[in-house]
Structures are given as structure tokens and as C-alpha cells.
């Protein structure tokens, strides 16, 4: 049981190219986050999926596209890399709404913007 | 909007002493929840310990525990018997019962336990 699996863990990319990370999971979750977390900061939702076909914002959406054709599956794309969206993105996900059922994170992917 | 504040960067216990992370927060709601999560230099997140704020009593979890003081807007953690596993930063974070999915997330203590 991998739990939850992102891809790369780590890339380097240069202003204006793009990108998709992939978050997988095996747990027949409904519920998928993407989150992002920068030095001295916690973490902030960027979007999230209540299911298969759905997406939604979240507090720092700007410059993110996501989808989640798949329910084992909800991608995070940057159509054209800045230097602020250097970053470690976090996925997580989880049956049901947060508080009511625990929340499962993967193991992070750091990505630099140059 | 809500806000999470973790007023102690770093914190130092000698293991298996007992040691309390601080953390206020600042919301008009009444029904929210309350959590702590454990993130070791492997950087995954872990769920520690979670508050539904509608319940009075504190919520225990083997060696974790927290002191929610609701009209305060406190919540801190205890963590008894440290441990050299304990060693990570540690984050409070809140949800509102309502609305949407946003988990509001304090800036982190980091945990250093000298053996």
C-alpha cells in the first residue's frame, strides 16, 4: 500500500516553461489537495478536489491549473513558471471532508524556478 | 479571516521530559477543528492530534495531549515522555466546520530533543 505517491520530487525549471506534478493515491479517497510551502510558512491549500471531475480554489490558486480526470489521480500544472512559485508542494488526500476523516500527505516535491 | 499564530520558533526538551507548544488562533466562528501535525525532516506531514471545538474535553493521544481553552483561543500541545522520534517541526492548524476546505496553518516550532 503506497499510500501517496507525487512525481518528481524534485525539478528545476526556468521562468515561463511548464510543468505538471502528479499525485496518486491507492486508498479510494475522495477528497485530493494540492499545497504548497515556502520557508518559515506553514502550509497553503492551492486547490482541491471533492471527487472524480471536480476542482476548486483555494487560498493561493494564481498561476495553478489542476484536474482530476481520474479519482486515484489529481494533477497540479504551472502553465508558465515564475521565481515566486519556487516552492515544496505537498499533496494530500482523504475520504471525506478534513476533520471529519485525517488527511494522508505525500512525501513532497521541491521545485526551483530560476 | 482566521489566523493561526505559533509564538515559539523553536523549543528544546531533554528526552523524556515533558514539553508544551504554544498556539492562539482568531476566528468569529463557533464550530471549527483544531489540529496538530508533525513534520520530521523526511518532510511528510503527520496528523498528531485533532480538536472538535464543540467538545469540552481535551483530546489525548498516548503521549500527545492538548489544552483547549476555547474562550481563550489557546490550543497548545503536550507532549509527555519525549522522545528522540519526536524531534520535527510541529504545526497547529484550524478549519471551519463550514464553507470550504481550507486548513489555516500556524508558521511552525521547531522541536529539538537533546538526549
Known amino acids: 500500500n503506497a499510500g501517496v505517491t507525487q512525481t518528481p520530487k524534485f525539478r528545476v525549471l526556468k521562468t515561463g516553461q511548464s510543468m505538471t506534478l502528479l499525485c496518486a493515491q491507492d486508498m479510494n479517497h475522495e477528497y485530493m489537495y494540492w499545497y504548497r510551502q515556502d520557508p518559515g510558512m506553514g502550509l497553503r491549500l492551492i486547490h482541491y478536489s471533492v471527487g472524480e471531475g471536480t476542482t476548486a480554489k483555494g487560498e493561493v490558486p494564481d498561476g495553478y491549473n489542476v484536474s482530476r480526470l481520474k479519482k486515484q489521480n489529481f494533477l497540479l500544472g504551472l502553465e508558465s513558471a515564475a521565481p515566486s512559485q519556487t516552492s515544496v508542494y505537498f499533496c494530500a488526500s482523504s475520504y471525506g471532508r478534513i476533520g471529519n476523516q485525517p488527511q494522508h500527505f505525500g512525501d513532497g516535491t521541491r521545485l526551483s524556478i530560476l | ?115
Do not use: H
Not at chain 2, 1 to 29: F, G, H, I, K, N
Not at chain 2, 73 to 80: A, D, G, N, R
Open chain 2, 1 to 115: 479571516a482566521q489566523t493561526v499564530t505559533q509564538s515559539q520558533p523553536e523549543m528544546s526538551v531533554q528526552e523524556a521530559e515533558t514539553v508544551t507548544l504554544s498556539c492562539t488562533y482568531d476566528t468569529s466562528e463557533s464550530d471549527y477543528y483544531l489540529f496538530w501535525y508533525k513534520q520530521p525532516p523526511s518532510r511528510q506531514m503527520i496528523l498528531v492530534i485533532r480538536q472538535e471545538a464543540y467538545k469540552q474535553q481535551n483530546a489525548t493521544e498516548n503521549r500527545f495531549s492538548v489544552n483547549f481553552q476555547k474562550a481563550a483561543k489557546s490550543f497548545s500541545l503536550k507532549i509527555s515522555d519525549s522522545q528522540l522520534g519526536d524531534a520535527a517541526m510541529y504545526f497547529c492548524a484550524y478549519r471551519s466546520a463550514g464553507g470550504n476546505e481550507k486548513l489555516t496553518f500556524g508558521t511552525g516550532t521547531r522541536l529539538t530533543i537533546i538526549p
